[in-house]
Each structure stands twice: as C-alpha cells, then as structure tokens.
C-alpha cells in the first residue's frame, strides 16, 4: 500500500482551521478527522451535523485522502445485546462517512468506554488478557466489510494493571488475532515511560514494528502539584505543546523499522494554539516530513 507522507488533524473549529490552514492546505499530505466530531444526535441514529459539510469542503478542495481516527466505538466492550443497537447505528453512520470520505484506512482509540450500562468519557484502560485481546479483535472486525484497513491507538494509563511494560506484546496479541494495524502514539508511549519511569527504547522494543500503520507525533504538559495529595507532578496526554525531543529520537529510531508505516499525524489540540504558535507547528510537520521520507 502506497505511504502518505506527514499528516495533520483536522478538528472542527473555526479558529483553529482558521489558524492551521496554510498548515492544511500546503503543508500537510493527508488529513485526519474523528468522525464522531462531525455528527449530532439524530432521532435514532447519529446524523451529520452542519461541520460535515465543511469538512467535506476541505477534502474536495485540497484534494488530499484522509483518514479516520474513531473515538467512540469503545472496541473494549464486550459484545452485548442491550449494546447492539447503540452499534448497529454507529456502523452505519461510519459506513456513510466512508462512502462521502474515503479514509484510506481507520483507527480506533483502545479502551473500553461503555460496560453494563457504565458509559466514560474517554477510553479506560483494559487488563492485557486473552479475553480482551479476542474482545477488542473481534469488534474492530467488524468495521472491515466497511473499510479494508483498521486499527487502533495505543493509550496512556494513568493507573496500571500489574507492568506496564506487559502493554505491547498486548497490542501485538491483538493485532495477530484480529489482523489488525497498530497506530503508535510516540507521545503516549513517552508519556507512560516518563509517569512509570522506565526507558522509552525498552518500550518501544516490545512493538511488532511490522504491524504499525501510522505514527501519531504531538506533545503534553505536565499536571498541577496540588491534583494529587502526594503533590505529585504527572506527565499529561494532553496535546498542548511542542514535540517533546525524545518522541522526535524515537520517531527517527523506529522509522526506518516500519515497513508498512504509511503515515505520520502531527496532532494538536483545538484551543491551544495562537497566531504566535503557527510557524512552530508547521515546522513540526516540515520536520516530521524529513523524518518520513528521508530517513
Ligand atoms: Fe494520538
């Protein structure tokens, strides 16, 4: 499959595709978009909201693939019938952005967000098991009638399950039995070296490089003192701040060992960029380009 080239997200906000867009527009050689972002809560199913349109501007202008980054599939879920419908309509709603956008392939953040009537906000983290590995195989398959390539994201913890170091041999569990594609988040991986306080290469060696479709490059910040009774001070995922160097080193190290790798993303968060940060971010992705391509 053909690679992409350096990536950049697309969120459905005024000022910050208003900032981004030379970003968008020159700089980036594909764009990514969260589906859920773009719809609103029909009668019975998801229905696009008026962002979609807008998106789908973007696309036929620029005339660049995207790709699809899910957030609510909540593949960690066991298979329910009381869940069933919330699926069924998620699905189709998916099936419809496809046929409208053509995501070259589609990632899913790992985790689970909804169990027995439990619904979180974000994705949670799942015990390395057999029986979650099978869970989250089985239902990211169930997107591939609907685009050929799918995967998923790893994620940052900021409460563990025995070694966190057991992660990646999970995700490779998961990515044989599903025949699945890993997008590795180098700064949730630099994220979990730094709160549990191992060296990120010992990490990363963990990973079947060969089963890495797309790169997630962004940076973080660090928590308040007075979150935590310990007052202690915990790396964020947060998406605020420059590429830290260390995702930058690992980025180069890993690069030319993934054959199938056929993007890089650069991510940031909407609301955390102004005027003053834009050369910064498009020099990111200038920089990653090089990584990319050049080596
Ligand atoms: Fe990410």
């Not at 609907?146 to 409460?159: H, L, T």
């Not at 979990?192 to 990120?200: E, G, H, K, R, T």
């Given at each position: 499959m053909k690679p992409l080239g350096v990536g950049f997200v697309l969120h459905p906000e005024t000022e910050y595709l208003g900032l981004c867009r030379e970003i968008i527009e020159d700089e980036a050689e594909f764009l990514e978009v969260t589906p859920e972002t773009l719809w609103q809560v029909g009668d019975v199913h998801p229905v696009p909201s008026p962002w979609y349109r807008l998106i789908d501007d973007i696309r036929e202008r620029s005339g660049k693939p995207f790709v699809g980054h899910g957030l609510l599939m909540s593949p960690g879920t066991a298979d329910a019938a009381a869940d069933e419908r919330r699926v069924a309509g998620w699905l189709q709603q998916i099936a419809r952005d496809q046929e409208r956008f053509h995501f070259e392939w589609y990632t899913e953040h790992l985790g689970w967000m909804d169990a027995n009537g439990i619904v979180a906000d974000f994705p949670l983290l799942l015990p390395p098991t057999e029986e979650a590995a099978q869970?989250?195989?089985?239902?990211?398959?169930?997107?591939?009638?609907?685009?050929?390539?799918?995967?998923?994201?790893?994620?940052?913890?900021?409460?563990?399950?025995?070694?966190?170091?057991?992660?990646?041999?999970?995700?490779?569990?998961?990515?044989?039995?599903?025949?699945?594609?890993?997008?590795?988040?180098?700064?949730?991986?630099?994220?979990?070296?730094?709160?549990?306080?191992?060296?990120?290469?010992?990490?990363?060696?963990?990973?079947?490089?060969?089963?890495?479709?797309?790169?997630?490059l962004s940076g973080g910040s660090e928590s308040e003192p007075g979150w935590l009774p310990s007052g202690r001070v915990l790396r964020l995922d947060s998406h605020d701040g420059p590429v830290p160097e260390p995702v930058w080193q690992a980025l180069s190290d890993i690069r030319p060992r993934c054959p199938n790798l056929r993007g890089v993303t650069v991510e940031r968060l909407d609301g955390t960029i102004t005027e003053a940060d834009v050369p910064a971010l498009r020099d990111e992705v200038r920089r990653a380009r090089r990584i990319f391509w050049e080596g």
């Open positions: 869970t989250v195989a089985r239902r990211l398959s169930r997107l591939k009638p609907i685009i050929a390539d799918v995967g998923f994201e790893n994620q940052v913890s900021y409460f563990a399950f025995g070694d966190v170091r057991s992660e990646p041999p999970f995700w490779n569990r998961i990515c044989t039995v599903g025949n699945l594609w890993l997008l590795l988040d180098l700064h949730n991986c630099y994220t979990q070296s730094v709160n549990y306080n191992f060296p990120l290469d010992e990490y990363l060696a963990g990973i079947d490089l060969s089963r890495v479709i797309e790169i997630h």
